[in-house]
């Protein structure tokens, strides 16, 4: 931190002040400067020292620096307020992945919206406006529903439906996404209880719950999970989680803990999104999983599709030599549904079968869809 500070020192003039706020955080001072070019080259100039290696007990240590700006303080009437605007950028900046970024207005905009944004989700969350849809997996060769992916849907009572794309990274980013979690497993499994008292022909599905990253570190989850299944009476092997390979990879050696402990459950587990992450193969064969979802930018992706093809192929012939089950995201054509056919993929799931239903929808699906 000392040796950082010297160099931020090194980068201004004696008009300048630097300071560091607290942990790894520094705010400049720029004063008298002409032009927003000027303060731009302040910042390459900072980015640019920090970049190179401390020497340390005869080690290179390496830093980097997410550098955030103000370039107008007119009209703000605090210290506080230009430190916030300039953290917002700052957090922009690690976001986008760039090394500086101004502050603008539509980020202060922004910054308000996710707030007002995530009490409002909390309040939703408490008061019944999430609801699950279902969209159904099917078996390629005979065309038979063998399960269904439970998909949380946002009904604003002002705003009216709000995409998953919007709140789920929202949930994700402000910790909702615990509730949240808890909440789509314990009504899926409801949900699915329900189908099985309603009729035999719902017996054997199952029901393929996502699992966040937070949710999956959580000390908790196994018995959360070993409670719910027995709260509701499903028999284990029909719940699937689906964890992406990104979340898995994030501390592997953890992951095949924690999913040996799920296992033990006798729940059925997937890596979600497959293709897309960077599990090696010795990671492949040390997780104890069940199967594995290939991706849809491989399925109704728009690049290559000979090369889409290839993968595919290839991630089927390792998931048989793992003996492991297969489901492709995505599918919405008829060509593609052909494809997958002839390269023996069982199941699949996607809009040329069915969007996601309500529950009500699903459950008629099923009385008219199954032998």
């Known amino acids: 931190l000392k040796g950082i500070a010297r160099r931020l020192e090194s980068c201004l003039r004696t008009v300048d002040t630097v300071a560091r706020l607290g942990g790894d955080e520094f705010a400049v001072l720029l004063e ?74 539509r980020m202060h905009e922004m910054a308000v919206e996710n707030l007002r944004m995530e009490n409002e989700l909390r309040h939703g969350l408490k008061h019944g406006q999430l609801s699950l849809h279902f969209q159904p997996i099917i078996v390629m060769a005979n065309s038979r529903i063998e399960g269904f992916e439970a998909l949380a849907r946002w009904n604003h009572p002002e705003r009216g439906p709000i995409a998953p794309a919007r709140f789920i990274p929202l949930a994700e980013e402000t910790g909702l996404i615990l509730p949240l979690g808890e909440w789509v497993l314990l009504e899926a499994l409801r949900t699915l209880a329900r189908w099985r008292q309603a009729t035999p022909k719902a017996r054997e599905l199952y029901v393929a719950v996502n699992i966040s990253s937070k949710q999956f570190r959580q000390p908790d989850l196994v018995e959360f999970i070993r409670h719910a299944l027995g709260q509701y009476g499903v028999p284990p092997p029909l719940l699937r989680l689906e964890i992406t ?24 587990l997937l890596i979600d999104d497959f293709g897309t992450g960077y599990s090696s193969l010795s990671y492949l064969q040390r997780f104890p999983i069940d199967g594995l979802k290939i991706d849809r930018s491989f399925i109704s992706g728009q690049g290559d599709e000979r090369e889409n093809l290839e993968i595919v192929r290839t991630i089927l012939a390792l998931a048989r030599n793992l003996e492991l089950a297969v489901v492709a995201e995505g599918v919405e054509t008829a060509h593609q549904h052909d494809s997958l056919n002839l390269l023996r993929c069982r199941s699949a799931q996607g809009y040329l079968f069915s969007r996601p239903l309500a529950a009500d929808g699903a459950m008629d699906m099923i009385l008219t869809s199954q032998g």
């Open 32 to 105: 008298e400067f002409k032009s927003s070019r000027e303060v731009i080259d302040v910042a390459d100039r900072i980015h640019e020292v920090l970049d190179r290696p401390f020497h340390i007990s005869g080690n290179e240590v390496y830093s980097g620096a997410s550098i955030g700006i103000v370039l107008r303080t007119r009209g703000y009437e605090t210290a506080e307020e230009i430190l916030r605007d300039s953290d917002i950028a700052m957090y922009r900046t690690k976001e986008s992945g760039k090394d500086r970024l101004a502050f603008t207005r």
């Open 245 to 268: 390979e990104s979340v898995l990879m994030q501390d592997a050696k953890g992951s095949v803990e924690k999913l040996a402990q799920l296992k033990n459950l006798g729940v059925k």
